[in-house]
């Protein structure tokens, strides 16, 4: 069965470096998200992708971040400057079509911890 | 903004037993994801619902569109089903999910 694949599992950084944090889509699929997940809270949306550009982000996803699919396989999510306050589970998830008809295949996600 | 809420928050029943874990919703949605976390950390998909009941194995997935509400079922309750179960709501398109807090659910031999 396709899978999400993520890179790394787990990242051990010092604040205020920068991260990449990169994710392998399923295939065919159109539509690409992250999802980030502080220890002991719910699952938050940061941003989709679609067409090679950003379709939606939320508040969180501020200036620090960015995202990109540079050789249209992977997709990264980028955190510079990244503070105490990004330690968290990022999980990567692709779609066929629109999340409102299709079902999403989530990554096994990478472990952020920033020092 | 949708806002999602689950219940109950934690769960514990024995083997066999059925269980109900609930969620609604403020805002009207396109579709209404449940999906299933294991303690490792991993989410997997179980259903993807915009009206009525769906079933796969021991798991229903009903949705009450009108009331905003759906329930995630489990019949014949095993260990292996212990894991956190969480809706999240999608306005459809490329729009993010809006996810619940989730359920903690203990199965117990």
């Known amino acids: 069965e396709p899978e999400v694949t993520q890179t790394p599992s787990h990242q051990v950084t010092q604040m205020g470096q920068e991260v990449i944090l990169r994710c392998v889509p399923i295939?065919?699929?159109?539509?690409f998200y992250w999802y980030r997940q502080i220890l002991g809270q719910k699952v938050e949306f940061l941003v989709s992708f679609y067409n090679n550009e950003i379709s939606e982000k939320s508040e969180i996803f501020d200036d620090q971040f960015s995202v990109e699919r540079p050789d249209g396989s992977n997709f990264t999510l980028k955190i510079r400057s990244t503070k105490l306050e990004d330690s968290a589970m990022y999980f990567c998830?692709?779609?066929?079509?629109?999340?409102?008809?299709?079902?999403?295949?989530f990554g096994a996600g990478s472990r952020l911890t920033v020092l | 903004k949708n806002e999602v809420e689950q219940s109950p928050q934690n769960l514990t029943a024995q083997e066999g037993e059925f269980i109900t874990i609930n969620c609604s919703y403020s805002?009207?949605?396109?579709?209404l994801h449940w999906l299933q976390q294991h303690p490792g950390g991993g989410i997997v998909s179980l259903f993807m619902l915009s009206s009525g009941k769906k079933k796969h194995g021991r798991l229903i997935a009903t949705i009450n569109i009108q009331e905003k509400h759906s329930s995630l079922h489990i019949t014949a309750s095993h260990p292996r089903d212990s894991a956190v179960y969480i809706c999240a709501a999608s306005g459809g398109g490329a729009d993010g999910l809006t996810f619940g807090k989730g359920t903690h659910l203990i199965i117990q031999p």
């Open positions: 998830a692709s779609v066929p079509g629109s999340t409102g008809a299709n079902v999403l295949t």
């Open positions: 805002v009207g949605i396109s579709a």
């Open positions: 295939s065919n699929h159109l539509y």
